[in-house]
């Protein structure tokens, strides 16, 4: 199975004082989610179609769990079809940050950093989701721009998939443009896949 990397624009702020609060009560009772969910799903799409929500937006889901409580509530903070995520060239551009030993966690730029809640990691599709903060984004994006040459001589090794130089460059260009969209728009990202 490949892991197709996703990326979307994310609203840090409104995760923070709206979303995260609910998801941290719902740790311990997951009623709380779900409520959440239908006070609010004219706001909330499906994070399988992107669909809008509506009144019956539990027939979708077949058994509703804590994880996909999250995942619909996340959706507040992101358009589900507005994916500029790297594809299977994640782990290339990966692999030439991490050898360019650019950032204290050689991950954030492409996988952002993982949430929790109360010991619970939010992770709906249980492939790995992460967050980049929009305080962080300009700084991300001027470390990946200003060494954009460095990282044209570096050979990534170790790689899940064949990549060709051409497709892994273009593919951190892309990342770059990621990074230039969050900071027009004055928000984070999150990575999922």
């Known amino acids: 199975m490949s892991m197709e990397h996703k990326a979307f624009v994310f609203d840090t702020e409104t ?13 311990a009772n997951p009623e709380v989610a779900r409520q959440y969910i239908c ?14 929500l509506d009144e019956g937006w539990e027939d979708e889901f077949d058994e509703p769990d804590l994880q996909v409580y999250f995942d619909i509530m996340l959706t507040s903070c992101y358009d589900v079809e507005d994916d500029m995520g790297l594809g ?21 730029a ?24 929009s305080h962080e ?9 200003d060494n954009r040459d460095r990282a044209e001589v570096v050979e990534p090794d170790g790689l899940l998939h064949d990549v060709e130089r ?24 999150l990575f999922t896949f």
Not at 15 to 27: L, N
Not at 88 to 108: H, M, S, T, Y
């Open 137 to 145: 984004v300009p700084d991300i994006r001027k470390v990946l721009s």
């Open 39 to 52: 006070e609010h799903y004219d706001g909330l799409q499906s994070p399988y179609t992107g669909e809008p």
């Open 88 to 108: 299977c060239f994640w782990d290339a551009v990966n692999d030439v940050i991490g050898q360019l030993d650019l950032f204290e966690d050689p991950r954030i």
């Open 15 to 27: 995760f923070h004082s709206a979303i995260e609060p609910v998801m941290r009560d719902s740790v």
């Open 166 to 189: 051409d497709e892994w460059l273009e593919a951190y260009d892309e990342l770059c443009g990621v990074y230039e969209e969050a900071l027009r728009r004055g928000k984070g990202l």
């Open 110 to 133: 492409v996988l952002g950093r993982s949430v929790m809640m109360d010991g619970v990691q939010v992770d709906p599709g249980m492939m790995g989701l992460g967050l980049v903060e």
